[in-house]
DNA sequence: GATACCAGTATCCCAAAGGATACCGGTATC
DNA sequence: GATACCGGTATCCTTTGGGATACTGGTATC
């Protein structure tokens, strides 16, 4: 009674529903640099330049920003230490920790999908030796 | 001897491969429409309007943008058929399945994280009422 | 005859993302 | 005295993402 054949595993509701969650996470997580610095400041607390090394390629002024995004979502905390020059350090929160298991598919998807990029680039490139070299 | 105190879980190394792997996963799911137009075509191919619809507040413009975009990486096919008018069926390969872990993950986060806001969001309410009415 | 559907394309526009460069004031280092 | 570090800000610029609107051609529907 309560099963029903032919009826599809995602449902018209429940993928609606999983577009609409997956926006909503979309919608803070935007961007390039949000989760690589979440990431990078998930082994300890950083500085703004060790975290600016530690991403790697991302500007002065963007990194600042998005920083500042993070700190109003409560992913990171900031806290100025009254040396000389100043110390700011940033350290992520246990908020961020509930990224983890995204994270961590992100991770090993990215992972597999550049081997695949790679194994078909090199596949182009004897296709076209063979083309080149027919027999 | 292979053991070392004080070894952080996530090395330097380990974290700056995360970096890396979830910048180039980033770098193909990019925008905010890749991810909810492979959802909406997980559970059965769909046309053109059909997933203009299912996506919702996606332009015919951009809609047909990503699809191009997801059509190169593999992530779906286009056929069409040579009906009067013609019939354009969009559907999602077997790579896109490679991505359900993650999309899982992305869901799950995506609506505890709603729940977070809209918890946050009524405390501060009762707050303020509290703020104007003390006592 | 007017309207609507289909799968887009074309055009115009705006906002946001992102990048490049310069600069600050104070300290330490060469 | 020149240079570099620190934690940014300021300014200028380009690119991309995205939105709004209009249009097509052939069919079907009102």
């Known amino acids: 009674m309560s099963l029903k054949k032919e009826e599809p595993v995602h449902s018209k509701q429940v993928c609606t529903e999983s577009i609409v969650a997956v926006k909503d996470a979309l919608y803070v997580l935007n961007g390039k ?68 298991k995204v994270v961590n598919e992100l991770r090993e998807w990215g992972v597999q999908h550049k081997k695949r990029i790679f194994t078909k680039s090199r596949q182009n490139t004897l296709n076209l030796q063979k083309a080149k070299n027919p027999k």
Do not use: C, H, M
């Open 33 to 100: 640099w949000k989760l690589p610095i979440i990431i990078a400041l998930s082994s300890g607390p950083l500085r703004f330049k060790e975290l600016q090394r530690a991403v790697e390629n991302i500007t002065t002024k963007i990194l600042s920003k998005e920083l500042k995004e993070l700190e109003l979502n409560d992913f990171i905390t900031r806290k100025v230490y009254p040396t000389v020059p100043v110390t700011v350090e940033y350290k992520s929160t246990g908020y961020s920790k509930t990224l983890d």
